[in-house]
């Protein structure tokens, strides 16, 4: 893994290029990675996903709790020149393994001194360093980032923070001393809730490692996941982040896990941050939201919202489409009374129709982020976003929808006729 910085400016974010592995073309960063679930994009197969979201190389985030009963068939598969990515369907994409899902809640507890719990399908499975090593070499993903303890958020106490730190340095003692018997490249998890000592302290930990020991960062423990990303303070968390990034070196990308607002993304992009993922476009479908939020500057009057929430009986009779002027197959297609009635009839096109949409528009909105950031626009895009047109600050946050879908059914790459 080799990340090649292109353009830094101050508060306007940084431009860059990721090379994975030989082979495999750079990935440019601000870089949107698309979150799995078992392996799939939620609720779309590859060939759709391929076809009408995008025909470019991604990269994928796959997560440890969700393809944990993999390790054993893998660990078998006479794979030959071919990879995780392979194995799930998703040939020519690259891969970074996390540990948990961005997308759930993740329960908190459970912390015992030698082991970090994953909550998987199955249950609770104990992971200890050894066995997570295992693990990594029976997947080989091209990334992976090393085991800590990252049960901590706003709310944390002094000594659960302080226990988390210490942990991960334990486990990551062990990553860092086997690292040679795996060829992935390697994130080294900076934790330490919203303590700046702590997370001073993880840092430190990570830095005093010999040259080469990992390739990049990895930001945890700033919330739970799921829903719990889109409703954290921002004005908690930004300090805490700005702190940590005067201390890292410029030659490594930096990832941060969750579904974080598109306005918290764009406020993480301008202190340094590199690599993000589609959970907040996951949350948003799961919940019936299509995201409609808008990141073109123009001259109208109208204002925006962030997202059209499908479950409104006001859709029944709206022929218009998700998005004026979006091109997905969504929008392009079907329209907003049609994708109400999905909803309405409990129709698996529903879901479908709407991750295609929020997959795109997510999408566009981080080449829209890249093209700013080249053109030293980042805060007025930043402005755009906060206001949409308006005189107050848009919530972007993502309320609970009564009836959501199943995470069974979420979690399968499926795709209908329909489409």
């Known amino acids: 893994m080799k990340f090649?910085?292109?353009?830094?400016?101050?508060?306007?974010?940084?431009l860059g290029q990721l090379h994975i592995k030989d082979g495999a073309p750079e990935q440019r960063t601000p870089l949107l990675m698309q979150t799995t679930k078992g392996g799939s994009i939620p609720c779309l197969s590859a060939d759709v996903f391929e076809s009408h979201v995008t025909r470019k190389p991604h990269v994928l985030q796959l997560t440890l709790s969700t393809i944990d009963q993999m390790t054993e068939a893998?660990?078998?598969?006479?794979?030959?020149?071919?990879?995780?990515?392979?194995y799930v369907g998703f040939p020519g994409h690259m891969n970074v393994l996390l540990?948990?899902?961005?997308?759930?809640?993740?329960?908190?507890?459970?912390?015992?001194?030698?082991?970090?719990?994953?909550?998987?399908?199955?249950?609770?499975?104990?992971?200890?360093?050894?066995?997570?090593?295992?693990?990594?070499?029976?997947?080989?993903?091209?990334?992976?980032?090393?085991?800590?303890?990252?049960?901590?958020?706003?709310?944390?106490?002094?000594?659960?923070?302080?226990?988390?730190?210490?942990?991960t340095e334990k486990f990551m003692q062990y990553i860092y001393e086997n690292k040679s018997k795996v060829e992935s490249g390697l994130l080294a998890p900076i934790v330490g809730g919203y303590n700046t000592f702590a997370r001073t302290?993880?840092?430190?930990?990570?830095?005093?490692?010999?040259?080469?020991?990992?390739?990049?960062?990895?930001?945890?423990?700033?919330?739970?996941?799921?829903?719990?990303?889109?409703?954290?303070?921002?004005?908690?968390?930004?300090?805490?982040?700005?702190?940590?990034?005067?201390?890292?070196?410029?030659?490594?990308?930096?990832?941060?896990?969750?579904a974080y607002t598109p306005l918290t993304t764009l406020e993480l992009i301008g202190l340094g941050?590199?690599?993000?993922?589609?959970?907040?476009?996951?949350?948003?479908?799961?919940?019936?939201?299509?995201?409609?939020?808008?990141?073109?500057?123009?001259?109208?009057?109208?204002?925006?919202?962030?997202?059209?929430?499908?479950?409104?009986?006001?859709?029944?009779?709206?022929?218009?489409?998700?998005?004026?002027?979006?091109?997905?197959?969504?929008?392009?297609?079907?329209?907003?009374?049609?994708?109400?009635?999905?909803?309405?009839?409990?129709?698996?096109?529903g879901p479908i129709l709407l991750m295609i949409h929020n997959l795109h528009h997510y999408m566009e909105f981080f080449e829209a982020i890249r093209q700013s950031i080249a053109s030293d626009g980042l805060q007025q895009l930043m402005e755009l976003v906060r206001r949409q047109n308006g005189d107050s600050q848009v919530d972007y946050s993502i309320a609970p929808n009564r009836k959501v879908i199943s995470k069974a059914t979420m979690g399968k790459g499926f795709a209908a006729a329909a489409v």
């Not at 090649?4 to 940084?14: D, F």
């Open 273 to 349: 941050m590199d690599l993000f993922d589609t959970s907040y476009a996951y949350c948003a479908a799961v919940n019936f939201k299509a995201l409609t939020f808008t990141f073109v500057q123009n001259d109208d009057a109208i204002v925006h919202v962030p997202f059209l929430d499908i479950t409104d009986d006001a859709n029944k009779e709206d022929f218009t489409p998700l998005l004026k002027n979006c091109d997905c197959l969504s929008c392009q297609k079907h329209t907003r009374a049609y994708v109400h009635h999905l909803y309405k009839t409990n129709e698996l096109l």
């Open 74 to 86: 893998l660990a078998q598969w006479n794979s030959g020149d071919r990879g995780l990515s392979d």
């Open 201 to 258: 302290q993880s840092i430190k930990h990570a830095r005093e490692q010999p040259v080469g020991s990992y390739g990049g960062y990895v930001f945890e423990g700033f919330h739970t996941n799921g829903l719990t990303a889109t409703t954290l303070d921002a004005s908690k968390l930004l300090p805490i982040v700005q702190h940590c990034v005067g201390q890292l070196e410029e030659d490594k990308p930096r990832m941060v896990p969750g």
């Open 99 to 167: 540990l948990r899902d961005p997308c759930e809640m993740t329960p908190a507890g459970g912390n015992d001194r030698d082991i970090q719990p994953l909550f998987t399908r199955r249950g609770k499975e104990s992971l200890s360093p050894q066995r997570y090593m295992e693990m990594v070499a029976s997947l080989k993903p091209d990334i992976y980032q090393g085991l800590c303890d990252a049960d901590t958020n706003a709310e944390s106490s002094k000594k659960r923070v302080q226990k988390s730190v210490d942990r």
């Open 4 to 14: 090649v910085l292109e353009s830094l400016t101050k508060n306007g974010g940084r």
